[in-house]
Antibody, heavy 118, light 110 residues
Framework: QVQLQESGPGLVKPSETLSLTCTVS????????WSWIRQPPGKGLEWIGY???????DYNPSLKSRVTISVDTSKNQFSLKLSSVTAADTAVYYC????????????WGQGTMVTVSS | QSALTQPASVSGSPGQSITISCTGT?????????VSWYQQHPGKAPKLMIY???NRPSGVSNRFSGSKSGNTASLTISGLQAEDEANYYC??????????FGGGTKLTVL
C-alpha cells in the first residue's frame, strides 16, 4: 500500500530556509494531490499547502509568502521549502495524501521534527 | 482564518458514549460538508476517522460517527474503549479555498 516518508534536516537556523522531502512508495505520485501539514509541540495541526503532479499548487494564505512546494515525478517525491524561519516554525512536519475533492488526508507520513534554533 | 473551536478535553468510562464538538462559522463548517475528523495517539501521525461530515473510511469502527448542525460538527464515539484515548482534531474546508483545523480535544477513558 502507499506509504509516505519525510526526510530533511532536524535543525534549521533562524532566518534560513527549511527544506523537507516526502518520498511516496507503493504507488504513483501522479494520481493524487499531496500536502504538507505541521504541528508545533503540544499544539494543533496547520495545513501548509498541496501540490499536484502537474505542478499546480495551493498554499495556506498565512504562509503563502514564505512557502514553495515542488514535485519530482521521476523520483516519486515532493518537497517543501519554508523561507525566513523563526522559532514559531518549530514543529513536526507531516506529508500526506490529499483527496482534494473531499478535502481529507487519508495517508500520512510518520512526521519529522524540525527545530528552529541558532 | 481562525482555528475551529473544540473543547480542550472530554472523558468517559468504558462502554459509555461521548461527543466532541467542533464549532466554526458559516464560512467553513456551516457552509460546506467537507468536515473531517482525525484521531492522533501521542507521538503518532493523525488517522482519518470521519470525512464529509459523516462518512467512515474503510476499516474504521462503526462506533465512530459524525454529524453536523448549523456551524457545529460533532464526533460521537459509542462503546468507549481504552484504545480510543487519544487527541481528536476536526477540519473543514473554508470559503477562502483553504483548510482549517480545530485546536484538538484530548479524550480520556477513565
Amino acid at each position: 500500500q502507499v506509504q509516505l516518508q519525510e526526510s530533511g534536516p532536524g535543525l534549521v537556523k533562524p532566518s534560513e530556509t527549511l527544506s523537507l522531502t516526502c518520498t511516496v512508495s507503493g504507488g504513483s505520485i501522479r494520481t493524487y494531490y499531496w500536502s504538507w501539514i505541521r504541528q508545533p509541540p503540544g499544539k494543533g495541526l496547520e495545513w501548509i499547502g498541496y501540490i499536484f503532479h502537474s505542478g499546480s499548487t495551493d498554499y495556506n494564505p498565512s504562509l503563502k509568502s514564505r512557502v514553495t512546494i515542488s514535485v519530482d515525478t521521476s523520483k516519486n517525491q515532493f518537497s517543501l521549502k519554508l523561507s525566513s524561519v523563526t522559532a514559531a516554525d518549530t514543529a513536526v512536519y507531516y506529508c500526506a495524501r490529499d483527496e482534494v475533492t473531499k478535502r481529507l488526508f487519508d495517508i500520512w507520513g510518520q512526521g519529522t521534527m524540525v527545530t528552529v534554533s541558532s | 482564518q481562525s482555528a475551529l473551536t473544540q473543547p480542550a478535553s472530554v472523558s468517559g468510562s468504558p462502554g459509555q458514549s461521548i461527543t466532541i464538538s467542533c464549532t466554526g462559522t458559516s464560512s467553513d463548517v456551516g457552509g460546506y460538508n467537507y468536515v473531517s475528523w482525525y484521531q492522533q495517539h501521542p507521538g503518532k501521525a493523525p488517522k482519518l476517522m470521519i470525512y464529509e461530515v459523516s462518512n467512515r473510511p474503510s476499516g474504521v469502527s462503526n462506533r465512530f460517527s459524525g454529524s453536523k448542525s448549523g456551524n457545529t460538527a460533532s464526533l460521537t464515539i459509542s462503546g468507549l474503549q481504552a484504545e480510543d484515548e487519544a487527541n481528536y482534531y476536526c477540519s473543514s474546508y473554508t470559503s477562502s479555498s483553504t483548510l482549517v483545523f480545530g485546536g484538538g480535544t484530548k479524550l480520556t477513558v477513565l
